[in-house]
């Protein structure tokens, strides 16, 4: 995830864990990314590849801040050094500053967009408002209908905060109404502020340090924006319920199509549910490289690409002990639970909570992944059997309708 304008953004989204990283650059800092570090990472990062497909994800803060210029740029560079690669783009974008100019670009140079917006105007607008406190909805949608108008490939990514948690069906219909296929949904659990962080002057948590749990069993506690454990979980079920009796294979859930390929037995998938993850770093405007982009803190700092390479620094030891510790310090509570293979204990950033027998490293919402699990396992399987027999996995919605397949009842 490469942060072209570092943690600008034109908005202030109350839950963001992202705005307040400007405190770890200096005062003076010129936050674009300086043309030498943009072409020695387009440069390195496409010689790192060791397959034909390279693809490269802007993320900020808001990237578009770079401008246009520095985006043809990017083009450019990447033409340059493709060495008969191909080559893909994604931009994940409030959509606020997209006009005509940029939606051209977009669809001539074949960018994948990402659209954050968190539902109906009144629940996206409770956390994404911008720096005068004023609504962003209306110029979020301006920017969809302006994708949609030039045809640009667009998905969403919406927050699941203690505002939307609540809705789940208004939210999927929503989404779906405005030209949605492909939705991504991420709950926002952050800590409350520890000592690390104040020392750092930030007003959320670091990150667990699984190495060095702390003292005594101590509550988390979490922001006023972070999603119970349980909601989180009802939050998936009810839109799941919904997908598998109305859109399989029309509506593309993130979710849903990574724990298919648990089921299936498919390794990787989403770093989320992946085994082990520490392949999904984080680039800096400056040129520094983090293990992941929730773990831009001193600590986690693996170099910075203009005095190593991208390549030893994803091959080396603190990138490889980042990825292993994933599965490596597991509670046992974890590796012997049934939904482990599709669950794998969640992001390493969660993992602050404490397992029924009293063991640290638990993720928060661990509630919630568990029943959603459980919830899909009988749909899963017969969806994992029809792609075993070379059937769609949409025949599903038929069964259904049939009597032949029953969903459980929520608890």
Not at 126 to 131: A, L, P, Q
Request: with cysteine.
């Amino acid at each position: 995830m490469t942060k072209p304008m570092g943690p600008l953004c034109n908005l202030d989204c109350q839950y963001c864990f992202y705005l307040e990283k400007e405190g770890l650059f200096p005062d003076n800092e010129r936050f674009k990314m300086r043309p030498e570090v943009l072409e020695a990472y387009v440069r390195d990062y496409i010689a790192a590849q060791p397959g034909p497909h390279v693809s490269f994800a802007w993320q900020g803060g808001e990237p578009t801040l770079a401008g246009l210029r520095f985006f043809r740029n990017v083009v450019a560079l990447q033409k340059k050094y493709a060495a008969g690669k191909q080559i893909e783009n994604a931009l994940q974008t409030n959509g606020t500053l997209l006009n005509e100019d940029w939606c051209h670009f977009l669809r001539d140079e074949n960018f994948l967009v990402g659209i954050s917006i968190d539902g109906p105007e009144a629940m996206h607008d409770t956390g994404r408002i911008d720096k005068q406190g004023r609504s962003s909805y209306r110029e979020v949608m301006r920017g969809i209908e302006l994708l949609r108008k030039h045809r640009v490939e667009f998905n969403t990514l919406t927050v699941v905060s203690t505002t939307n948690a609540h809705a789940p069906l208004e939210v999927y219909k929503f989404l779906r109404n405005i030209g949605s296929n492909y939705l991504q949904f991420i709950p926002i659990v952050e800590q409350a502020p520890d000592a690390e962080s104040a020392a750092l002057g930030l007003s959320l948590g670091t990150p667990p340090d699984l190495d060095h749990p702390p003292a005594g069993r101590v509550q988390p506690q979490v922001t006023k924006w972070s999603v119970p454990p349980r909601d989180w979980g009802a939050f998936l079920c009810k839109i799941f319920d919904r997908w598998v009796t109305r859109d399989v294979g029309r509506t593309y859930v993130q979710h849903f199509d990574v724990a298919l390929g648990k089921w299936l037995g498919m390794p990787g998938g989403s770093c989320i549910q992946a085994e082990t993850c520490g392949a999904a770093f984080a680039l800096e405007h400056n040129g520094d490289v983090y293990a992941c982009d929730h773990f831009v803190y001193p600590r986690y700092k693996l170099g910075n690409l203009l005095n190593t390479s991208l390549s030893e620094l994803a091959d080396g030891p603190m990138a490889r002990k980042f990825g292993n510790d994933k599965r490596d310090k597991l509670p046992r509570y974890c590796r012997e639970c049934e939904v482990r293979f599709a669950c794998n204990g969640d992001c390493p950033k969660h993992r602050f909570a404490y397992t029924p027998d009293g063991e640290y490293g638990l993720s928060y919402i661990c509630a919630g992944y568990m029943a959603f699990f459980k919830h899909i396992g009988p749909a899963m399987k017969v969806m994992a059997q029809l792609y075993q027999q070379q059937r769609s996995p949409a025949e599903i919605m038929t069964l259904i309708k049939q009597g032949k397949v029953k969903l459980p009842r929520r608890a």
